[in-house]
């Protein structure tokens, strides 16, 4: 599996030459980025070629969806032709709760109607459509049953597999091996987990408080969906979607990368 550099990861802090040497300096073979950073695409692609590094994905974190605009596939369409520009042969769209409270079941078919207007837009411009299961509060797809219910209402749509946000609700290997011939990239992530609230952390579905730890300092045991995911024989990109509260992030990212090497 080859490590790729999740831009969401120095947002707004960092510029994306910065971001570009920090995945260089760690070994990463990629990137993803989580919005093009106020960037024109074709100078995110132009940098990323300079440096001799791929573009994995794009990740477009899109509003118009989430808050049903009649906007929202003008927006997703922009978003499409970003990524083309950038180049990266699939796109994430994670699907947070709607703005409107409405039952997580309603939540996840409207996701597949929404899902069901996007894809013939990817597909026409060459691109793979993905989501992922989230985590946040009121997170319509989590386990890897609610995924597979959007996955073969519309055929053709792929996954994006993020071990961290599958454990807030089940085992992730088990979720793993369930969805693997759908899964087209993967994000991994760690979590302190506690019974009770800390600063930072986030209660989740299965009730206990979520805090995103340094990959492999925190309270997730990756080597058997590691080993899942190998098994499966996915050769794709891994982003690292981790950060430290006291390292800085391109020293935390570097031990990260230097760790997973060894596994």
Known sequence: MKLCMMSLMMMDKFT????????????????????????PAAELRKRCDDAGLPIAAHTPLLQGFIEE??????????SVEDAVTLGAPVMMIPPFAHKRVMPVDEDRRLWIEQFRQMLPIAQQAGITLTFESTA?????????????????AVPGLKL???NGNVATAEN????????????VHVHFKDWIITDEPVPG??????????TLALIGKGNIDFKPTWKAIRESGY????????????????????QVCDTLRDW
């Not at 605009?69 to 922009?78: C, G, N, Q, T």
């Not at 992730?172 to 899964?183: E, H, L, T």
């Not at 050769?235 to 990212?253: F, H, M, R, W």
């Open 136 to 152: 946040l509060n009121r997170s319509p797809i989590i386990t890897a049953d609610e995924a597979l219910e959007v996955l073969h």
């Open 201 to 210: 952390s986030d209660r989740k579905r299965d009730g206990r408080y979520y």
């Open 69 to 78: 605009s009649p906007d929202a596939l003008d927006e997703f369409k922009r």
């Open 160 to 162: 994006t597999f993020d």
């Open 16 to 39: 994306p030459a910065e971001i570009i040497r920090t995945a260089r300096e760690c070994g990463m073979s990629a990137i993803d980025w989580v919005t093009t950073h106020h960037t």
């Open 235 to 254: 050769d794709g990109y891994v982003n690292l979607e981790t950060c430290d509260s006291v390292i800085p992030i391109q020293k935390a990212l570097k």
């Open 172 to 183: 992730d290997a088990d979720s793993f091996r369930k969805v693997q011939d759908f899964v």
